[in-house]
T-cell receptor, first 112, second 113 residues
Framework: SQQGEEDPQALSIQEGENATMNCSYK?????LQWYRQNSGRGLVHLIL?????REKHSGRLRVTLDTSKKSSSLLITASRAADTASYFC????????????FGKGTRLSVIA | DVKVTQSSRYLVKRTGEKVFLECVQD?????MFWYRQDPGLGLRLIYF???????EKGDIPEGYSVSREKKERFSLILESASTNQTSMYLC????????????FGEGSRLTVL
């Protein structure tokens, strides 16, 4: 079952610009995580935000969470060509022992 | 450094063959997962395991089985491969508890002819 839905599906920006990706989900959650995937590779964890947190930073990444709107955003500041990848949100449903549920991802292209 | 190793990055098999995808983690994690990834569909959970010899069905278990005889190894088995099982398969592990970070392998791209 798909819980998170990323928006946009694809995003193309110039190097140095900021990139914003959004994630909407359907049910209440314990936490929300963002992952990155380079083409043809596995996913790498970027950041986790708990349901009682509203904002979190890690280097050039800023994640916000609005549980009332059931949405999250990932902001990458001062993007670089090396940020080109797919980005996925994953939710930890607040419904017992249920594994993470991933969205379909946003494909980010950063043009040098 | 944390490591999840998938035995084959690329496989080509024929319809009807039995296929084994192996995954080994060196982090002593309790939980292990198998996902498949297809364009436009994202990651879908096939099976997961929270302990040795324990397994749970995910969202799309049909046509697959799994084996977890040792804590570090989680195998995905396609008893009779079909063309609609052509996909990228991703293994992941996590420590005790569902809510934390998943550690992924590099993926196994399977083509069934």
């Amino acid at each position: 079952s798909q819980q998170g839905e990323e928006d946009p599906q694809a995003l193309s920006i110039q190097e140095g610009e900021n990139a914003t990706m959004n994630c909407s989900y359907k049910t209440s959650i314990n936490n929300l995580q963002w992952y990155r995937q380079n083409s043809g590779r596995g996913l790498v964890h970027l950041i986790l935000i708990r349901s009682n947190e509203r904002e979190k930073h890690s280097g050039r990444l800023r994640v916000t969470l609005d549980t009332s709107k059931k949405s999250s955003s990932l902001l990458i500041t001062a993007s670089r060509a090396a940020d080109t990848a797919s980005y996925f949100c994953a939710t930890d449903p607040n419904s017992g022992n249920t594994p993470l549920v991933f969205g379909k991802g946003t494909r980010l292209s950063v043009i040098a | 450094d944390v490591k999840v190793t998938q035995s084959s990055r690329y496989l080509v098999k024929r319809t009807g063959e039995k296929v084994f995808l192996e995954c080994v983690q060196d982090m002593d994690h309790e939980n292990m997962f198998w996902y498949r990834q297809d364009p436009g569909l994202g990651l879908r959970l096939i099976y997961f395991s929270y302990d040795v010899k324990m397994k749970e069905k995910g969202d799309i278990p049909e046509g697959y089985s799994v084996s977890r005889e040792k804590k570090e190894r989680f195998s995905l088995i396609l008893e009779s491969a079909s063309t609609n099982q052509t996909s990228m398969y991703l293994c992941a592990s996590s420590p005790l508890g569902w809510a934390g970070e998943l550690f992924f392998g590099e993926g196994s791209r399977l083509t069934v002819l």
